[in-house]
């Protein structure tokens, strides 16, 4: 079964460059992920530990549970900044070696390519005018 797309294979820092944006995207993805999935245990957390502080009196069940969620909230929090902290190393990173290697291929390998295109073109045509003329001899003309 073929693929549907290949990864590029024939030039190294090609691959670096689509590597680098696969981090950046995949860095930019998790990151609103992790926002909001912190967002919507934080939310849920808060809002129980509100209704509990609007009870007059709490059990010591409630004062447990109350305490628990609080912690839950600051745990959550840390954990949230040390993901996005995580993240944007990835990201950095990501951005770093798309244009490390987007740059050395677009001025040190893709010039090297072109002009091996241009070379391969040229030769084609002088091959192709060279047969041209051989043909030329070949066949008499009648004027």
Not at 11 to 36: E, P
Request: charged share 25%; proline share 3%.
């Amino acid at each position: 079964m073929t693929p549907g797309f290949s990864i590029p294979t024939d030039n190294i820092y090609k691959f670096y460059a689509l590597l680098g944006l696969a981090l950046v995207l995949s860095s930019m993805l998790s990151f609103v992920y992790v926002y909001d999935a912190s967002r919507a245990k934080t939310l849920e957390w808060s809002e129980e530990i509100m209704i509990l502080e609007q009870k007059e009196e709490l059990s010591v069940s409630g004062e447990e549970r109350k305490e628990l969620l609080e912690a839950l909230v600051k745990v959550e929090e840390e954990n949230k900044n040390f993901y996005m902290y995580v993240l944007n190393l990835a990201l950095g990173a990501g951005i770093g070696i798309a244009l490390i290697g987007l740059i050395i291929w677009q001025f040190s390998v893709q010039p090297r390519s072109d002009r091996l295109i241009e070379l391969q073109i040229k030769s084609l045509e002088m091959e192709i005018e060279g047969k041209d003329k051989k043909s030329d001899k070949r066949i008499p003309k009648y004027h």
